[in-house]
């Protein structure tokens, strides 16, 4: 029998993180000894914050803003994955006290995708919107899946262009002016900007040209229903929203730590969408 075990999310700022009432669930629900904290880490003390989880007897810890890139040079065994991302959300304390590091915003996004849409298929063109950290989990999971096509388009077209030499693949830079000719024929639109986020501007996307069966995808989910997807439902496409994303990129990191899979239901995205 594994005694009690602890994990935790260290980020800058991390009160405003839901992995911990994410993970409290989880460990309610399954009957786990163990405690999942928010851990405040300023910028320039991850290294300090990593190597002390061993110490303090944390089986390991997730990742966010602003310490994912950072992470990755800090641990000591970063997947492939996590290389090919740049970026590590989920660390692991091995036996020998070394840290594992990986990246489940991948998984998580493919895996919201699937349930939330399910006739989705990986043969169509795909349109990502963005080139941050999100986009590039995204992108990388859509090439392994097997999109054909993935068209990026950035307000900073150089930085789109960075990211699709980084991660290679069927990807195709777009100017952000056509964004909307972008979309004609495409199977999948992705919004892995903050646009259309509560305080911050909105997204001017015009989906016309989009064919009427596409899935129309929106990272943001603070408003859960953003005018991108209002848009996507009132013209007939079907809509994924981003806190779908959110559950199912914690559940390798909940198994990594306790032992068991958990699984994502419909109580636990009500939970967590009424803190949003």
Request: charged share 20%; net charge neutral.
């Amino acid at each position: 029998m594994v005694g009690f075990r602890a994990a935790g999310v260290i980020g800058w700022p991390v009160v405003h993180s839901r992995s911990p009432r994410l993970h409290r669930y989880w460990l309610e629900r399954y009957g786990i000894a163990g405690a999942y904290l928010p851990m405040p880490v300023r910028p320039g003390e991850e290294a300090a914050a990593l190597r002390g989880l061993a110490a303090l007897g944390f089986a390991g810890c997730n990742v966010t803003v602003p310490h994912k890139r950072a992470a990755l040079a800090l641990v000591d065994a970063p997947d492939d994955l996590a290389r090919r991302i740049g970026a590590v959300n989920l660390v692991v304390v091995r036996p020998d006290h070394s840290l594992a590091g990986s990246n489940t915003d991948a998984a998580g996004f493919l895996d919201n995708l699937r349930e939330q849409a399910p006739g989705w298929q990986a043969d169509g063109a795909a349109v990502v919107l963005g080139a941050g950290g999100a986009a590039r989990a995204v992108v990388a999971a859509l090439a392994d899946a097997g999109v054909p096509e993935i068209r990026l388009l950035n307000r900073t077209r150089g930085h789109a262009e960075a990211l699709a030499a980084a991660l290679g693949g069927p990807v195709a830079v777009r100017d952000w002016e056509r964004r909307a000719a972008a979309l004609e024929g495409a199977a999948l639109v992705v919004n892995t900007t903050l646009l259309g986020m509560h305080g911050q501007a909105p997204l001017d996307l015009d989906l016309a040209a989009l064919p009427l069966d596409a899935v129309v995808c929106d990272l943001v989910y603070v408003p859960l229903e953003t005018p991108l997807l209002a848009q996507a439902r009132e013209r007939g496409n079907p809509a994924v929203d981003g806190l779908g994303m959110l559950l199912h990129q914690a559940v390798p990191s909940f198994e990594a730590w306790f032992g068991v899979r958990p699984v994502v239901t419909p109580e636990l995205r009500a939970l967590i969408a009424a803190t949003l």
